[in-house]
């Protein structure tokens, strides 16, 4: 049956007013020393990836345009962090964590007022449809809201003097400086303050540099940095990375290097930096999830969690299931279902009520997932699914490729769409070797009721990737749980508590337990004279 993609774009008219953009969104300033600074040379111009039919023929949305700085404007901003920073010495790195904490519910009120504009730039400059932009809108506000619980039980837990064999000494976390901080396109919001967020609250000074697709939603929150933080916390680049960012990292004044994106990327960049010892790195990278569905599976359950891990946001999740490795037991029965659920899911525009398949936002992505498909066909494979592959313009619908072998790109490349690779096996050890061998260790999702299987495989993949999931698909959340990969995938570990942890180091004020350093303590803890030394509690 067709899908009758000729229709899948609507007219200009056809977009319901209330989630139509007003008019492009002409940004000409940025957050720079405190300022919001006017640009006036080249810009970027922001196409959507949902097209309108024109007279013409389909052309992708015009959002609008963002201004295309150079490595003068990068150097700025680095040299207002590194100022606002002052070797620990400025503002923001010595301010009680209580005054941090006031600033960062401030900015977290002001950002709540830009909710609307903020979700449909969301929804129109990635294509992620309308509920899910709601809900990464709230969800990134729930993350700030915890980080700042989460620091208050820091904060307490550090108000008291440790004393052992004669020293007493108060331990606490202090920042480590300047941060560049590179967000991913996915989750645009929510995985850039993910990072940012407690790299802020921890006293250091930021870098920010949007991701290449969802730039402008940050545009309406720049003047809540600008009002709440103080002069140079917070600087804003932008740019094409391969231009500003090299120099950024050559400085060496670059302190703690965040990305969330390719390994590749995070290779060259920490090699720009001429003192590597002194870089911390907190990074989130490629990963190629599997999923295996043994013999004692339950089959619908594991059709139903695939579709979920593996086509979520058009499958475009570092935690999504990229691969699924199927019992020969199940494995005719599971495309067949699999195909079924798959022609359930309603495709079309992000706003219509119950879809779930949407355009593509990077430009090249239906050509590169066609090349996957090609590429497993002249190999053997076939596309099992009705439609699979089928491609308008920016929309890719879903394609279950089966079976899929050694030789294929599709059983090593990341492909971050939806393209669904089924793997058959019949001995265990397969999948094991796999992810043995695998350049990347993010996550898994074992399929099995039965309680020795569930066991025996726990134990050596628990050893291969950083979080096993049971009889359901791969996931970041809940945010409290430890976020992090093995080998390329990650290095450093994200989740509320870790996080604070990630972006900050343990220091301590300590001396000799006599009666001149009793007193000399309790005359700075008396006089609140230090931020640092201090008996508050946070409440």
């Known amino acids: 049956m067709s899908l009758n993609l000729e229709n899948l774009f609507p007219a200009e008219a056809d977009v319901p007013a209330e989630y139509a953009l007003e008019g492009p969104l002409d940004q000409r300033s940025y957050l720079s020393n405190g300022d919001m600074l006017t640009w006036s040379g080249d810009v970027h111009t922001v196409l959507s990836p949902i097209c309108i039919k024109t007279a013409k023929g389909l052309e992708r949305k015009l959002i609008g345009t963002y201004p295309l700085c150079g490595e003068k404007e990068a150097q700025i901003a680095l040299d207002a962090a590194v100022h606002a920073y002052n070797n620990g010495r400025g503002e923001w790195p010595t301010m009680s964590v209580a005054q941090r904490i006031e600033c960062v519910e401030k900015f977290t009120r002001d950002i709540m007022e830009k909710k609307q504009e903020v979700v449909k730039l969301i929804m129109w400059e990635i294509g992620k449809t309308y509920g899910d932009s709601v809900k990464e809108f709230d969800r990134t506000i729930e993350y700030i809201n915890a980080t700042i619980d ?15 064999q004669g020293i007493v000494a108060q331990i606490r976390r202090s920042p480590l400086g300047v941060v560049l901080c590179m967000g991913p396109f996915n989750y645009p919001l929510n995985e850039t303050f993910t990072t940012l967020i407690p790299a802020l609250i921890m006293g250091n000074t930021i870098l920010f540099k949007p991701p290449k697709h969802g730039t ?3 545009y309406p929150l720049l003047k809540a940095f600008r009002d709440n933080f103080p002069k140079g916390v917070v600087n804003t680049i932008y740019g094409r990375g391969n231009k500003i960012i090299p120099g950024l990292m050559e400085s060496g004044k670059i302190n703690v290097l965040t990305l969330i994106g390719s390994s590749k990327v995070a290779n060259e960049l920490k090699k720009m930096h001429p003192k590597v010892n002194r870089l911390r790195a907190i990074l989130g990278l490629d ?4 999923a295996i569905i043994t013999a004692n599976a339950d089959l619908n359950l594991a059709v139903k969690e695939t579709v979920l891990g593996a086509l979520s946001f058009n499958g475009q999740r570092c935690t999504a299931l990229k691969i699924i490795f199927v019992h020969k037991k199940h494995v005719d029965q599971f495309v067949k279902e699999l195909s ?4 359930k899911l309603k495709f079309g525009m992000p706003w219509q009520d119950g879809v779930s ?8 992505k239906p050509a590169y997932l066609q090349e996957l498909i090609d590429d ?4 053997g494979a076939q596309v099992i699914n009705e439609n699979g592959g089928q491609t308008k313009e920016s929309f890719v619908y879903p394609a279950v490729v089966y079976p899929v072998t ?3 790109k599709l059983y090593t490349e990341e492909q971050f769409g939806p393209v669904i690779p089924v793997v058959t096996f019949d001995d265990i050890e397969e999948p094991i070797n796999y992810l043995i061998e695998s350049t990347h260790g993010q996550q898994v999702s074992i399929f099995s009721n039965a309680n020795e299987e569930v066991a025996a495989l726990i134990d050596p993949i628990v050893n291969q990737v950083s ?3 049971i009889n359901c698909q791969c996931q970041r959340g809940p945010d409290v749980f430890p976020f992090t990969g093995r080998k390329d995938s990650a290095e450093g570990t994200l989740s509320v508590v870790d996080a604070l942890r990630a972006f900050s180091i343990r220091s301590l004020v300590a001396t000799k337990l006599n009666d001149n350093n009793k007193q000399l303590l309790n005359e700075i803890i008396d006089g609140h004279s230090s931020n640092f030394l201090s008996t508050k509690y946070l409440f």
């Open 340 to 343: 079924a659920e798959i022609a």
């Open 467 to 469: 979080r096993v999931n």
């Open 216 to 218: 402008l939603l940050f």
């Open 150 to 164: 989460a620091l208050k039980d820091i904060d307490r837990k550090s108000a008291g003097f440790t004393i052992e």
């Open 406 to 408: 050694k030789e294929m």
């Open 357 to 364: 398949l949407t355009p593509l936002p990077e430009p090249q």
């Open 287 to 290: 990963a190629k999830n599997a």
């Open 376 to 379: 497993a066909v002249t190999k």
